[in-house]
């Protein structure tokens, strides 16, 4: 895997960040493509700023080259500014991370037509996007690899995470579709199903809450894991960066959706 | 190096997979513990694995015994006081009964439970020997080899020609297994997973190679490792289904599906059945 470029979107934090570490440690170079904020995100709670960017950088940088660019999936020609920006700095493209994801819940009839296509246009076109941006680049590359951040919600239906689980299950789909479609070009296609990662998606989203106090938070947090997942941990960005590379460098393997979860999801 | 002092049991490893695992498991620095039914071809493994500098001790006899199963741990735990990894490796096609009872049902119950003997019992029996001893330290990992043939249905044409259903039956048990096992041992920190390779010409799949270009018409003559070539090729699509990057797999992509998944960099990973088949089963 030395030297090999890396595009990592929704990477300034969380998974896409544990993602970029693990690349980078492993001596690739990691192009780190997130929102970038000026100011307070509209989302439900706060998605990548500024800072989240500098931060990245820094922490990311510390383990091997990295450099980073704005990108918003849901717009076409942002994703080809960031290809474009990632071909310019390294020389070429050999693996595309589409991990951008937003997530909203709550019953269906309450449920906003808008907050429904954000949170398509993020997790599912944001792949299509990208994709599309990215193959040309990817063609040219001797062992060129996408990895899709679905989720174990790509599995299985949840009550009031019908956009969400929705999304996930396209985001599935596709990567079928593209190891299909994508391997006579020799571009292998998976997915990870991440489980519960104590990230600001599932801490200030995901985890029903009624109190903003962090000690009961963790609390919470703590007797979900306990009570869901057969190992009863936990799962980590490390896990998921682990995954990721596992999956990039697996030269036999493609269309396949490999669950992360401590055993939460197993089909 | 990723298990560095790890003790591994890989059963079977005298050749094909179970050889290409232990391998494997040894350039990351795990102590192997190979067995295999032939003791020309498990020594033969246990010189490749000496030569990459690894610890390894052997025991060779028929591991469907579970009297050897159980001998294969006591040697382990006394040769090493522990045991971190078990790859169950164990496997077979139908073999020609002694003989096989003379009614109607005879042939078919005498494969089947052939089959389930060389298949999924042995399987069975050798996680019950080691669990035991993982429970109590809190740690382990277990690696069951399913297929393919255990993820989805072959054609009518390869399942009369090359794979007994009995084999994918068995093998769907062990997925299955591996599911109900990663619930129950999770709490005791142990991951189990299987492994579903692909079409990899080991020794099982030269003579099945053997077997196409003997007995079935249209590839009477040809060069049994060309015929089989033509697997992953997609030439044969009323017999095999497309492998997209149309190249076979190999016994070191299986080995390296196995370090993953017995590695720190796969702790919160089990229950899992990972394809390593060019993508031809898509799950």
Not at chain 1, 138 to 162: C, F, P, Q, R, Y
Not at chain 2, 212 to 228: L, T
Request: glycine share 10%; net charge negative; proline share 4%.
């Amino acid at each position: 895997m030395d030297n090999r470029v890396v595009l990592v979107t929704g990477g300034a934090r969380g998974i896409g960040l544990g993602i970029v570490k693990a690349f980078a440690s492993i001596g690739c170079r990691v192009m780190i493509a997130d929102l970038g904020l000026e100011s307070e995100s509209e989302w439900n709670y706060g998605l990548a700023n500024k800072d989240d960017m500098d931060k990245a950088i820094d922490s990311a940088g510390a383990l091997g080259e990295v450099a980073s660019c704005g990108l918003d999936v849901t717009d076409r020609a942002s994703c080809e500014n960031a290809v474009k920006a990632t071909v310019d700095r390294f020389g070429q493209l050999d693996v595309l991370i589409n991990n951008a994801g937003v997530v909203q819940t709550g019953p269906v009839v309450d449920f906003s037509e808008e907050d429904w296509d954000s949170v398509f246009a993020v997790n599912t076109k944001g792949i299509f996007l990208m994709a599309k941006a990215a193959i040309p680049a990817l063609s040219e590359s001797d062992n060129a690899a996408i990895v899709n951040t679905a989720s174990i919600a790509g599995k299985k239906g949840h009550a009031n995470m019908s956009a969400y689980c929705g999304s996930k299950f396209a985001a599935v789909g596709i990567t079928q579709s593209l190891a299909f479609e994508l391997a006579p070009k020799a571009i292998r296609v998976n997915a990870i199903c991440p489980g519960i990662v104590g990230t600001a998606m599932w801490l200030e989203h995901l985890m029903p809450m009624n109190t903003t106090d962090a000690d009961e938070k963790n609390r919470t947090f703590e007797a979900n894991v306990s009570q869901e997942i057969p190992l009863g941990r936990p799962q980590s960005v490390e896990d998921m960066g682990q995954a990721a590379v596992y999956l990039a460098s697996a030269k036999n393997i493609t269309g396949i959706a490999l669950s992360v979860s401590g055993g939460i999801e197993m089909n | 190096m990723k298990l560095q002092g790890q003790v591994a049991i890989v059963t079977a490893a005298g050749r094909g997979i179970g050889k290409g695992i232990a391998l494997a498991l040894a350039t990351e620095g795990a102590r192997l513990v190979v067995n295999s039914f032939s003791e020309k071809t498990l020594a033969n493994t246990v010189d490749a694995i000496k030569e990459l500098g690894a610890e390894v001790i052997s025991l060779s006899g028929d591991i469907t015994d579970p009297l050897k199963m159980i001998a294969l741990r006591d040697l382990a735990l006394s040769e090493y006081g522990q045991i971190d990894i078990l790859v169950n490796n164990v496997g077979a096609g139908p073999k020609q009964s002694e003989k096989p009872p003379e009614h109607e049902l005879g042939l078919t119950a005498s494969v089947w439970d052939g089959l389930y003997g060389q298949n999924l019992k042995p399987v069975v029996l050798m996680t019950e020997a080691v669990i035991p001893h993982m429970k109590q330290r809190k740690t382990g990992k277990v690696i069951h080899i399913s297929s393919i043939a255990g993820r989805t249905s072959l054609s009518d044409k390869a399942l009369n020609s090359f794979v007994h259903p009995a084999y994918g039956a068995m093998k769907a048990a062990l997925i299955s297994y591996t599911q109900t096992q990663a619930e129950m041992f999770g709490p005791f920190n142990i991951n189990v997973n299987a492994v579903c390779p692909g079409i990899i010409y080991t020794d099982a799949w030269k003579s099945g190679a053997q077997n196409a270009v003997q007995n079935i018409p249209e590839y009477s003559g040809m060069d049994p490792r060309e015929w089989f070539e033509g697997i992953a090729k997609g030439r044969y699509p009323d017999i095999f289904d497309r492998t997209p990057l149309r190249r076979e797999q190999t016994v070191e992509d299986i080995g390296n599906a196995v370090i993953f998944l017995v590695s720190q960099d796969s702790m919160n990973i089990t229950g899992q059945s990972l394809m390593v088949d060019g993508g031809m089963v898509k799950i």
